[in-house]
Nanobody, 114 residues
Framework: QVQLVESGGGLVQPGGSLRLSCAAS????????MGWYRQYPGKQRELVAG???????KYGDSVKGRFTISRDNAKSTVYLQMNSLKPEDTAVYYC????????WGQGTQVTVSS
C-alpha cells in the first residue's frame, strides 16, 4: 500500500517562501503523474500543480508564476516550491497522483500571515 507523507509547511509572512516535500512509499510513484492539492476549511481539495512522469507541469491560475512543482523519481519525492506567498494560499496542502487515486496523507499546513 502506497503511503504519502507531506512535510515542509509552516507559518510564513506574505511575500515569503516555503518548499513542500511529499515522500511516497511503494513503486507506483515513478510511473505516474503527481499533483499537489490544497484544501480550505469546509471546501473540497483543489489541484494546485501537476507534473507528469517526464516532468511536464501544469498549474492552477492562482499560483502560476509563483509556485514550481518538481519531482525526484529516484527518491520517490515530489516538491512544491512556493514563492511570493499570499494570505489566500493559507490551506492544508496534500500530494497524490494526478488525478488522485490513492488514500490521502495527513497533509501539511501552510499559513501565510503577518
Amino acid at each position: 500500500q502506497v503511503q504519502l507523507v507531506e512535510s515542509g509547511g509552516g507559518l510564513v509572512q506574505p511575500g515569503g517562501s516555503l518548499r513542500l516535500s511529499c515522500a511516497a512509499s511503494g513503486s507506483i510513484f515513478s510511473a505516474n503523474p503527481m499533483g499537489w492539492y490544497r484544501q480550505y476549511p469546509g471546501k473540497q481539495r483543489e489541484l494546485v500543480a501537476g507534473i507528469t512522469r517526464y516532468g511536464s507541469t501544469k498549474y492552477g491560475d492562482s499560483v502560476k508564476g509563483r509556485f514550481t512543482i518538481s519531482r525526484d523519481n529516484a527518491k520517490s519525492t515530489v516538491y512544491l516550491q512556493m514563492n511570493s506567498l499570499k494570505p489566500e494560499d493559507t490551506a492544508v496542502y496534500y500530494c497524490n497522483l494526478e488525478p488522485p487515486r490513492l488514500g490521502w496523507g495527513q497533509g501539511t499546513q501552510v499559513t501565510v500571515s503577518s
